[in-house]
């Protein structure tokens, strides 16, 4: 017995900050989109990957970048009870490659298309329409350099928000060059900011040692006002960059996909080459929180330890995503389903109702019962505020003649038929209404 006493303290629990529930009532938007994106994920050939939520902090800290604010701020850690430093995944490319190379992945026919869905954990400040644990859908192109990728990806974020009924939404797109031509322009940029240092905030003022791109889309004002006379990526390009992303512009517009170039767009990221992108609803454009957002990670595979591999993907917040569809009142159809209630009397209609629950369900008929009410009365009450199309009433002189009640429950009408015709005769009820 533990000799700790309980403590007697009377508390109620709530969920951690930054996290909450998704209640029944949300389901049918989330059932919505997590469909929308099986059946066009599939379309467009993606595979289903599925990593763990806990992987090697390390990870996430090589993959990521150690001078990121996912890693300097918003990454869950925890050290196990044997000494391994973990980490709940703050986003998914980092893991997704990781299984790629640990399964040998890179030696099925490329690209690689993979897609997951899941929870990811940011410690990020708590405010509306912000959470510590968001839902992603994660979508990876691995293995190719071609600028169609990029912009068949940007297709496929459209695609999705189309078929949930989402439209107002506009592509910020950029360039940040590739490890020949991003130095060069790291350095100008450096030295744009050097001599504006005092002016920046505090964080930018420590990032300019360290991951001086990242100041270029600081939100704080002063920062922004400072930006706007900054040195832009795409005056700095190399040749094969400056292709690359002309090319991904020309198959944007001939899909006639929406997107404004936004030269301060640098997603924060280390591993992120050459095309970046976010997407945002029209009315609030990068003000707050992006639907989601991507771009070409040409390195990340051979800093993980594989070979040279080009890739492309993008992760969109389905949060944001039910957020802006609520806010923009779009309606998901829930399939209301006519629902049957059977209520029984005495333990011989008990017993029989066991094997007729399984009949109905066979039949795909959603049936419901209250076996601890016992009054025919109470239960048909339960029925009606279930809102049940018709009740199925089994009591002792049914169960004995091997017959059943079935009663109407908007009308009131009720009518005695053979028990072995209760299906048939529901389907029938079910149909002329
Ligand atoms: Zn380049
Ligand atoms: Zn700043």
């Not at 974020?157 to 060059?177: A, H, M, V, W, Y």
């Not at 199925?392 to 009308?411: C, F």
Request: aromatic share 8%; with cysteine; glycine share 6%.
């Amino acid at each position: 017995m533990p000799t700790k006493s309980q403590p007697k303290i009377k508390r109620s629990f709530q969920t951690a900050k930054g996290m909450r529930d998704i209640l029944p009532e949300d389901q049918a938007y989330w059932e919505k989109i997590r469909k929308v994106i099986r059946n066009l994920t599939r379309t467009y050939g993606f595979k289903r990957i599925d990593t763990p939520i806990l992987e090697d902090k390390d990870l996430f800290v090589k993959g990521i970048g150690a001078y990121t604010d996912i890693v300097e701020k918003e990454m869950y850690t925890l050290r196990t009870k044997g000494g391994e430093k973990l980490a709940l995944r703050p986003e998914f490319t980092p893991a997704i490659m990781r299984a790629y190379l640990e399964n040998g992945l890179s030696s099925l026919p490329h690209p690689v298309m993979l897609y997951s869905l899941g929870p990811i954990f940011r410690y990020e400040r708590a405010q509306k329409g912000r959470y510590r644990q968001s839902y992603q859908a994660n979508f990876e192109i691995i293995g190719e350099n071609d600028p169609i990728l990029d912009a068949k990806l940007i297709q496929l974020f459209f695609s999705i928000s189309k078929e949930i009924g989402l439209k107002e939404i506009i592509t910020q797109i950029n360039s940040i060059g590739c490890s020949r031509c991003r130095p060069a322009y790291r350095r100008k940029v450096v030295s744009f900011y050097r001599s504006r240092k005092k002016q920046l905030c505090v964080d930018c003022q420590r990032r300019l040692q360290q991951n001086p791109l990242r100041l270029l889309d600081c939100k704080e004002s002063k920062c922004m006002q400072i930006a706007a006379q900054a040195p832009q990526t795409i005056d700095y390009l190399c040749e094969d960059c400056n292709g690359h992303f002309k090319n991904v512009l020309e198959y944007l517009d001939e899909l006639e996909i929406p997107y404004i170039l936004n030269p301060y767009l640098v997603r924060g990221l280390d591993y992120y080459t050459k095309t970046v992108f976010e997407f945002w609803p029209e009315e609030e454009e990068g003000r707050q929180i992006a639907l989601g957002g991507g771009g070409r990670y040409d390195n990340l595979i051979k800093l993980l330890g594989g070979k040279d591999t080009p890739s492309v993907g993008f992760a969109m917040g389905l949060d944001r995503m039910i957020n802006l569809m609520k806010a923009r009142e779009i309606k998901v159809a829930s399939k209301n389903r006519p629902l049957i209630f059977l209520v029984q009397l005495g333990e011989l209609s008990k017993k029989r109702s066991l094997g007729l629950f399984e009949e109905l369900r066979r039949a795909g008929l959603e049936t419901a019962s209250s076996f601890s009410r016992d009054t025919i009365k109470s239960q048909l009450r339960i029925a009606n505020k279930r809102q049940a199309r018709l009740a199925l009433i089994l009591g002792q002189k049914e169960a004995l003649d091997e017959t059943i009640i079935i009663r109407d429950m908007v009308s009131g009408s009720q009518e005695v038929v053979p028990l072995a015709k209760v299906v048939k005769e529901v389907k029938k009820r079910l149909k002329n209404n």
